[in-house]
């Protein structure tokens, strides 16, 4: 066995791996229960699968790799079929709720919806237990499909082509899914931040 | 009643100016690729006068830089997200007895 080489120990994954992919779950779902079936889902997973380890990742990349693919399956339950999620978010960039309808200001942002500050929280200040209480509690609040692409693209750094691939979209799919997501995250943001602070 | 002349004038801005619904998507692709010069050109005179959307574009930049720091916080921290006990000890047996099965 050279050095390269990774094996696995099974019997050790629960108590070396348990919390960090339990924390991986839960930054993606924000429900515990979710969190820890799914961690139990991959090492059962894995160990039906093990002898396709093939040594080149360690076993925490490995078994991560595994977990991710069971969180996708996740929200691509949760939303409903590929045309209906394609549909829903494809055609219409307007959002009644954010923009105004009646002429002439339609596509206008709605005095009490708009953005208000040049900042979202004040950066620098904020507790990383802060930012992961907030942050977590949006992504929950979001409609799983849009989750699903915003987690994939902005917290996993997928590559465009991979995220259209797993979801089953397009790319112009893709631009306003990830539209609608941020301007969800940036009013969820504002809001919770503002009622912590004050 | 609207005169010739506002007419024109209306049109003359409609096509270059854009409401904040296309602003704001906008501003959310130039967060994956850079926007052609025209869209570039049409979104900074459409930020120049709109406060929303000045503000919305650097919130936007914030929540990205925001996500990356996401990426990775608490991990093995205090704030870290932990197994509870009884169910990681649950999970733990699970494993082994599969692993037993197995041998």
Same mark, same amino acid.
């Given at each position: 066995m050279t050095e390269n080489e990774h094996t696995l120990d099974p019997a050790s994954w629960t108590e070396k791996y348990g919390d960090y992919l339990f924390h991986y779950a839960m930054m993606r779902l924000s429900d515990e229960q979710l969190a820890s079936d799914l961690v139990q889902d991959t090492f059962l997973a894995a160990l039906k699968s093990k002898?396709?380890?093939?040594?080149?990742?360690t076993e925490k990349t490995w078994l991560t790799s595994i977990l991710k693919r069971k969180i996708i399956d996740v929200y691509r339950k949760k939303s409903r079929t590929r045309e209906s999620a394609a549909s829903e978010f494809g055609?219409?960039?307007?959002?009644e709720e954010l923009f105004?309808? $009646? &002429?002439?200001?339609?596509?206008?942002?709605r005095e009490e919806k708009?953005?208000?500050?040049?900042?979202?929280m004040p950066e620098g200040e904020i507790e990383n237990e802060e930012l992961r209480a907030i942050i977590e509690k949006c992504i929950a609040l979001l409609p799983p499909g849009l989750a699903a692409a915003f987690v994939m693209k902005m917290?996993? $750094? &997928?590559d465009s082509g991979e995220v259209c691939k797993e979801l089953g979209i397009t790319a112009s799919n893709l631009w306003v899914m990830l539209h609608r997501a941020r301007l969800r995250m940036r009013d969820c943001i504002e809001t919770k931040w503002q009622g912590n602070d004050r | 009643m609207t005169g010739k002349k506002e007419k024109g004038l209306m049109a003359l801005l409609s096509r270059y100016m854009m409401s904040c619904d296309e602003a704001s998507f906008l501003i959310s692709r130039s967060q994956e690729e850079r926007l052609t010069m025209k869209n570039r050109v049409r979104l900074k005179m459409h930020t120049l006068t709109c406060h929303f959307c000045r503000k919305y574009e650097q919130q936007i930049r914030q929540l990205s830089r925001m996500m990356k720091q996401y990426r990775h916080t608490c991990e093995h921290d205090s704030c870290m997200h932990r197994l509870p006990g009884d169910r990681k000890k649950q999970i733990n047996q699970d494993v082994n007895r599969t692993l037993k099965r197995e041998s």
């Amino acid at each position: 066995m050279t050095e390269n080489e990774h094996t696995l120990d099974p019997a050790s994954w629960t108590e070396k791996y348990g919390d960090y992919l339990f924390h991986y779950a839960m930054m993606r779902l924000s429900d515990e229960q979710l969190a820890s079936d799914l961690v139990q889902d991959t090492f059962l997973a894995a160990l039906k699968s093990k002898e396709r380890f093939k040594g080149a990742s360690t076993e925490k990349t490995w078994l991560t790799s595994i977990l991710k693919r069971k969180i996708i399956d996740v929200y691509r339950k949760k939303s409903r079929t590929r045309e209906s999620a394609a549909s829903e978010f494809g055609d219409k960039i307007t959002d009644e709720e954010l923009f105004r309808t $009646e &002429a002439p200001f339609r596509g206008h942002w709605r005095e009490e919806k708009g953005p208000h500050s040049h900042s979202l929280m004040p950066e620098g200040e904020i507790e990383n237990e802060e930012l992961r209480a907030i942050i977590e509690k949006c992504i929950a609040l979001l409609p799983p499909g849009l989750a699903a692409a915003f987690v994939m693209k902005m917290v996993d $750094e &997928a590559d465009s082509g991979e995220v259209c691939k797993e979801l089953g979209i397009t790319a112009s799919n893709l631009w306003v899914m990830l539209h609608r997501a941020r301007l969800r995250m940036r009013d969820c943001i504002e809001t919770k931040w503002q009622g912590n602070d004050r | 009643m609207t005169g010739k002349k506002e007419k024109g004038l209306m049109a003359l801005l409609s096509r270059y100016m854009m409401s904040c619904d296309e602003a704001s998507f906008l501003i959310s692709r130039s967060q994956e690729e850079r926007l052609t010069m025209k869209n570039r050109v049409r979104l900074k005179m459409h930020t120049l006068t709109c406060h929303f959307c000045r503000k919305y574009e650097q919130q936007i930049r914030q929540l990205s830089r925001m996500m990356k720091q996401y990426r990775h916080t608490c991990e093995h921290d205090s704030c870290m997200h932990r197994l509870p006990g009884d169910r990681k000890k649950q999970i733990n047996q699970d494993v082994n007895r599969t692993l037993k099965r197995e041998s």
